[in-house]
């Protein structure tokens, strides 16, 4: 420890930078390592401690003379710029590693529902043209009407604006044992043919994606609810295309009312 910084030079360097540059996470690490103590040290010369943004996870001792050295720690390393984020047992790391994968993903979106009523096709186009605007977002979608609908529209409109890329609006297509490829009277975005059966098709998808709208739809699509809230995503059921979406913000509203992940006002709610 004492004689890293000589021995490895370059790796050492390249820490020291990182620290001081970016925002930098420990988990599973001691905070009785030199290593650790001499990054803080640097932290406090170089007059940075107030403003970098570091974090530790902790698991707070149930002890009492354990729990007063845990203080002073965390009160010590808050002081320097790493935040601390205290957790009871280690076994909540894995909700909170969970939580961390989901935040870090693409911004993907995906389109769950059914229907081919023209009422559900307009909410289709409503909804379209609101994500168009958001050309950070990646649109993913089983190949259902909605979809389909909502990112035909959503490819249109950004056409025009020239802010289309296909990459960005994903069609995933499961194995139909005698069917030929699914009809597309536009040839938008991106068409993933796989041989996988609905699941784990569906679990594979909702797993890459951070959010979920719900237009419409029938037991499929209630499916595809359910898996997006075990999955931790944030659902917007648009009740007003009813069936499967209507059926999931009743449930919500008798619950905890929580709209893409966040508790939402009652005059939000109701809208």
């Given at each position: 420890f004492e004689g890293y910084d000589e021995a490895h030079p370059r790796m050492w360097a390249l820490l020291q930078a990182s620290y001081l540059t970016r925002t930098m996470m420990f988990l599973g690490f001691s905070f009785s390592d030199p290593n650790v103590e001499l990054l803080l040290r640097l932290a406090r010369r170089q007059g940075t401690a107030d403003r970098n943004s570091h974090f530790a996870v902790l698991r707070k001792p149930s002890d009492r003379d354990q729990l007063n050295r845990h203080r002073l720690l965390v009160n010590d390393l808050e002081r320097n710029g790493v935040t601390v984020c205290e957790i009871a047992d280690f076994k909540d790391l894995v909700p909170l590693l969970e939580a961390m994968t989901r935040r870090t993903r693409p911004s993907r979106l995906f389109?769950?529902?059914?229907?081919?009523?023209?009422?559900?096709?307009?909410?289709?186009?409503?909804?379209g043209v609101e994500l168009s605007h958001h050309h950070d977002w990646q649109i993913a979608s089983l190949g259902g009407d909605a979809g389909w609908w909502t990112t035909q529209q959503v490819a249109?409109?950004?056409?025009?604006?020239?802010?289309?890329?296909a990459e960005d609006l994903i069609q995933y297509f499961r194995r139909r044992p005698g069917s030929?490829?699914?009809?597309?009277?536009?040839?938008?975005?991106?068409?993933?043919?796989?041989?996988?059966?609905?699941?784990?098709?569906?679990?594979?998808?909702?797993?890459?994606?951070?959010?979920?709208?719900?237009?419409?739809?029938?037991t499929n699509t209630a499916e595809e609810v359910q898996l997006g809230r075990d999955a931790g995503l944030g659902v917007i059921p648009l009740a007003a295309s009813g069936s499967a979406a209507l059926a999931a913000w009743s449930c919500a509203a008798a619950a905890d009312k929580i709209l893409g992940g966040r508790p939402a006002p009652a005059a939000l709610w109701e809208q």
């Open positions: 389109i769950a529902g059914s229907g081919k009523s023209m009422e559900q096709y307009e909410w289709c186009q409503k909804v249109t409109l950004r056409k025009a604006s020239g802010t289309y890329h030929g490829a699914p009809p597309m009277d536009d040839r938008v975005g991106t068409a993933v043919f796989t041989d996988k059966e609905r699941h784990p098709l569906v679990d594979d998808v909702i797993a890459e994606c951070r959010a979920m709208i719900v237009i419409g739809g029938g």
